[in-house]
């Protein structure tokens, strides 16, 4: 384990006023995406998208990092640059999913363990051949009737935590995700409960793998109501909310703390981070890691005319990128 590459390269994805852009979703999720505007699901189709993304002008103004799905680590732009170098060029650190997705956990209907780490070491090894210096695995937690079992969150702690080691092993920062997922009618006093619950068990585990912290970041969702709840919260309840379960739970030591949007709009996801911020008083640095909510909107312009919206598509994502930057400095005004 190399110490020094671990919190230098975590320190440069917790860059102030930047993010980390997620574009790593798998073939059949991103064929979701790409069908609901109209595009076929074919891998030239998926380069070119991500091309797009990637090489958008001035993007590493906001964003710090981009996690990759394998496929995507692999390509090139159209004119054959390998699109790690495109990042490296960008001053984006390039990054990779390397989870084989969340399956029933036997036993326990209704819950999920995440898959992956047979053989995840020679992959790892590979990944930073061809240019990865980070991360991800992502856990899912689902609130419904007697759920989540204590079971289903120790199980992903320890697989998170397994994750965690063999990526410091060949001096790979990783991110760690542990989702309390939106769906469900649950108020936002039970989300607290959950997640507070369920980083506890994250960084015990860490600690008993001997997961160097200063090099690990928190992928963290917001403690938020349930979609389908009666009682909606404001921006100021999430923030409050989000910042004191995270006080609860997570080691000051830790480099940094980037949020998922996990189904919120893009504007509360922006609004909530940026209200934190402005709150303050973290021994950590607040960011995010959008998928869709970096995404969205650049998607279905470049849909509607794959060449002509083109340059329309990154300036919206350049958009996105720069007020989600701002709102990881308190300083987004919408």
Same mark, same amino acid.
């Given at each position: 384990?190399?110490?020094?590459?671990?919190?230098?390269?975590?320190?440069?994805?917790?860059?102030?006023?930047?993010?980390?852009?997620?574009?790593?979703?798998?073939?059949?999720?991103?064929?979701?995406?790409?069908?609901?505007?109209?595009?076929?699901?074919?891998?030239?189709?998926?380069?070119?998208?991500?091309?797009?993304?990637?090489?958008?002008?001035?993007?590493?103004?906001?964003?710090?990092?981009?996690?990759?799905?394998?496929?995507?680590?692999?390509?090139?732009?159209?004119?054959?640059?390998?699109?790690?170098?495109?990042?490296?060029?960008?001053?984006?650190?390039?990054?990779?999913?390397?989870?084989?997705?969340?399956?029933?956990?036997?036993?326990?209907?209704?819950?999920?363990?995440?898959?992956?780490?047979?053989?995840?070491?020679?992959?790892?090894?590979?990944?930073?051949?061809?240019?990865?210096?980070?991360?991800?695995?992502?856990?899912?937690?689902?609130?419904?009737?007697?759920?989540?079992?204590?079971?289903?969150?120790?199980?992903?702690?320890?697989?998170?935590?397994?994750?965690?080691?063999?990526?410091?092993?060949?001096?790979?920062?990783?991110?760690?995700?542990?989702?309390?997922?939106?769906?469900?009618?649950?108020?936002?006093?039970?989300?607290?409960? !959950?997640?507070?619950? +369920?980083? @506890?068990? &994250?960084? %015990? #585990?860490?600690?008993?793998?001997?997961?160097?912290?200063?090099?690990?970041?928190?992928?963290?969702?917001?403690?938020?109501?349930?979609?389908?709840?009666?009682?909606?919260?404001?921006?100021?309840? !999430?923030?409050?909310? +989000?910042? @004191?379960? &995270?006080? %609860? #739970?997570?080691?000051?030591?830790?480099?940094?703390?980037?949020?998922?949007?996990?189904?919120?709009?893009?504007?509360?996801?922006?609004?909530?981070?940026?209200?934190?911020?402005?709150?303050?008083?973290?021994?950590?640095?607040?960011?995010?890691?959008?998928?869709?909510?970096?995404?969205?909107?650049?998607?279905?312009?470049?849909?509607?005319?794959?060449?002509?919206?083109?340059?329309?598509?990154?300036?919206?994502?350049?958009?996105?990128?720069?007020?989600?930057?701002?709102?990881?400095?308190?300083?987004?005004?919408?």
């Amino acid at each position: 384990m190399n110490i020094d590459q671990l919190v230098d390269t975590a320190e440069a994805m917790m860059a102030p006023g930047k993010g980390i852009i997620a574009i790593d979703e798998s073939t059949g999720t991103i064929g979701k995406r790409l069908g609901a505007v109209g595009v076929e699901n074919t891998e030239e189709n998926r380069r070119t998208y991500r091309e797009m993304l990637l090489t958008t002008p001035n993007l590493g103004d906001y964003i710090s990092g981009a996690i990759l799905y394998d496929e995507t680590l692999r390509q090139s732009t159209r004119a054959g640059t390998p699109f790690s170098e495109v990042m490296r060029d960008a001053g984006i650190v390039p990054g990779i999913k390397v989870d084989s997705g969340a399956k029933p956990l036997a036993g326990f209907p209704g819950e999920k363990i995440t898959e992956g780490l047979d053989g995840l070491r020679e992959r790892l090894e590979e990944y930073v051949r061809m240019g990865a210096r980070f991360a991800k695995w992502r856990a899912v937690i689902t609130i419904g009737d007697a759920i989540p079992s204590e079971t289903c969150i120790r199980a992903n702690a320890h697989a998170l935590a397994r994750y965690a080691a063999l990526c410091q092993e060949q001096g790979v920062v990783p991110i760690v995700e542990p989702e309390v997922l939106m769906e469900g009618d649950h108020d936002i006093e039970t989300c607290y409960a !959950v997640t507070e619950e +369920t980083q @506890r068990a &994250l960084f %015990s #585990a860490l600690y008993e793998h001997d997961v160097l912290l200063e090099g690990t970041i928190l992928k963290a969702s917001m403690v938020l109501p349930g979609k389908d709840c009666p009682e909606q919260a404001s921006a100021d309840e !999430v923030a409050h909310a +989000t910042l @004191r379960c &995270l006080a %609860s #739970a997570v080691p000051a030591i830790l480099p940094g703390i980037v949020f998922l949007s996990g189904g919120q709009s893009d504007e509360d996801a922006t609004r909530h981070l940026d209200v934190m911020n402005r709150i303050g008083g973290t021994p950590w640095p607040l960011s995010f890691s959008y998928g869709r909510g970096m995404q969205q909107a650049a998607m279905k312009l470049w849909g509607e005319d794959m060449q002509g919206n083109f340059e329309a598509g990154q300036q919206t994502v350049y958009a996105r990128a720069r007020d989600n930057g701002l709102a990881a400095l308190g300083q987004y005004v919408g």
